[in-house]
């Protein structure tokens, strides 16, 4: 039985972002269930279940990763054209996460392989619509819901709605 709960990977830089996601999700009482990182290379990291992240009782493997392309270190674009050339994440479902209204950014994040993508919030409101947003990708969004189906066999069809694309 698939549970109802969804687990986030949430890659950003920025810890304000973390925490008003984190906050949004708390107030919307929401299935999901976040983890966060810092940067495009501690999500590597932790999906190749490298150093403290070797143990997936304590960190478990993402349904869904949520994605910020202007990062230090690694950029989301960079972590994009590395998940792409993974055959063991390539088929993870990523969300692109960004207040940039670059279309050629986010059409080249597009192509590289994100699956859609959500506008930053100005309010605490629209942090809450945007819990609202993953969800309905999620329940929309088959391989976003069995990760270890997703990390074993790869990337079952597209299905989108609901999520700019």
Known sequence: MVSSR??????????????LLGHAIDQTDSDLWLLT???????????EGRGI??????????????????????????????????????GLPVLVFTGSVDQA?????????????INKPQTFAGWKGVV???RDFAAQNPR???????HS??????????VAR
């Open 153 to 162: 066999f790869g990337s079952p069809a597209k299905a989108l709605s609901g």
């Open 144 to 150: 976003s819901r069995s990760s270890s189906v997703v």
């Open 53 to 90: 992240f070797c143990d997936r009782s304590l960190h478990p493997f993402p349904d869904l990763i949520l994605l910020d392309l202007h990062m230090r270190f690694v950029t989301g674009i960079e972590f994009l054209a590395w998940r792409r050339t993974s055959s063991g994440f390539s």
């Open 105 to 117: 950014e986010l059409g080249r994040a597009l192509r590289m392989g994100a699956d859609g993508h």
């Open 37 to 47: 990182s810092h940067d495009g290379r501690h999500a590597m990291d932790y999906l």
């Open 6 to 19: 969804i687990t986030l990977l949430y890659v950003d830089d920025d810890p304000n972002d973390l925490a």
């Open 132 to 134: 609202q947003q993953i």
